[in-house]
């Protein structure tokens, strides 16, 4: 079983709507919990963290759920821009990432 | 303002050459990574170092080695170039270790061993 898994879609989503997703891990001593997102042919980049009490920033939601170790991403209100892969990243020391989830927003 | 940068940014190489990957960032982060990143893999980690003289496997070092003679630099060898090693790699620092362990990429390196 791989430490961090992710659903790799494609999500095609229009614009406008909402789109989850969700990421497992299997290493319980995980303690840092992180989305990245990443555009094409570029670098990943920070979205947001992820804490016990859950986390909001603006259009973002991320949620963790220990007992269940799996975390999650809600995008409310998709726009084009958000079109990118988004990377799920967890770490007990050194960071471990999913293999990406591509989110399309279609016009 | 701090970054971390790469070099070369694209690179052709031949099967069997030693190749050198730089990696510098000006964060004076401690830790500092080497990903892969491959279609249907994600980011795999390559090798890792958690301060000057200290460097670590990932899951995917077979073929690869790091050396850390400074907190700013951790360049990444391939002793003998191999199809398979043609990839994107991706260096990355962070501060701590444990909580806050967010990282920042450099913008990659992409390789192609023929």
């Known amino acids: 079983r791989k430490e961090v898994e992710q659903d790799p879609g494609p999500f095609n989503v229009p614009e406008g709507a909402t789109v989850a997703f969700n990421c497992t891990y299997s290493n319980s001593a995980s303690q840092s919990f992180f989305w990245y997102r990443q555009d094409c042919r570029k670098e990943p980049k920070l979205l947001m963290s992820v804490y016990s009490s859950g986390n909001e920033d603006g259009r973002f939601t991320a949620q963790l759920n220990r007992a269940s170790q799996y975390i999650s991403l809600l995008i409310r209100d998709s726009k084009l821009s958000d079109s990118a892969t988004y990377l799920c990243a967890v770490s007990p020391e050194k960071l471990t990432f999913g293999t990406g989830t591509r989110l399309t927003i279609i016009p | ?114």
């Open chain 2, 1 to 114: 303002d701090a970054e971390i940068t790469q070099s070369p940014r694209h690179k052709i190489t031949e099967t069997g050459r030693q190749v050198t990957l730089a990696c510098h960032q000006t964060w004076n982060h401690n830790n500092m990574f080497w990903y892969r990143q491959d279609l249907g893999h994600g980011l795999r980690l390559i090798h890792y170092s958690y301060g000057v003289q200290d460097t670590n496997k990932g899951e995917v070092s077979d073929g690869y080695s790091v050396s850390r003679s400074n907190t700013e630099d951790l360049p990444l060898t391939l002793e003998s170039a191999a199809s398979s090693q043609t990839s994107v790699y991706f260096c990355a620092s962070s501060r701590d270790r444990g909580m806050n362990t967010e990282a920042f990429f450099g913008q990659g390196t992409r390789l192609t061993v023929v």
